[in-house]
């Protein structure tokens, strides 16, 4: 890939912050793939757990403001990392908070560090 190519936003992980900041747990979750969806559920993280901390989040005031995208870098033939920082207003202030969404090649999001 030619470095100066420009790596576009992807619609998932746009789709997931949008969730995040409505705190919608299963939008969230739609937008995971299943190995992921494995990997939470091992430590009893499901689709309501994820709610439960989202409205929790919520009522401590807690709010995501616009994300900023910082870029994407293809990973190998399968799988694309997006960078991104978040702003996340509470009570205490904004605290701006980096993530990396990574993408395989059916389009769900496989890891989020």
């Not at 470095?3 to 969230?28: C, H, I, W």
């Not at 739609?30 to 439960?52: C, H, M, P, R």
């Amino acid at each position: 890939m030619p470095r100066n190519r420009t790596v576009e936003r992807a619609p998932v992980v746009e789709q997931y912050l949008k969730a995040q900041a409505s705190f919608d747990a299963g939008g969230m979750w739609n937008t995971i793939g299943e190995e992921l969806k494995q990997q939470l559920a091992s430590s009893n993280t499901d689709v309501q757990a994820l709610q439960d901390e989202l409205n929790k989040a919520r009522d401590s005031g807690r709010r995501y403001s616009t994300p900023l995208y910082v870029g994407g870098v293809p990973m190998d033939s399968q799988s694309i990392a997006y960078f991104y920082v978040v702003p996340v207003d509470s009570p205490n202030g904004t605290t701006r908070v980096p993530y990396i969404y990574v993408v395989g090649s059916d389009g769900k999001i496989d890891a989020i560090q």
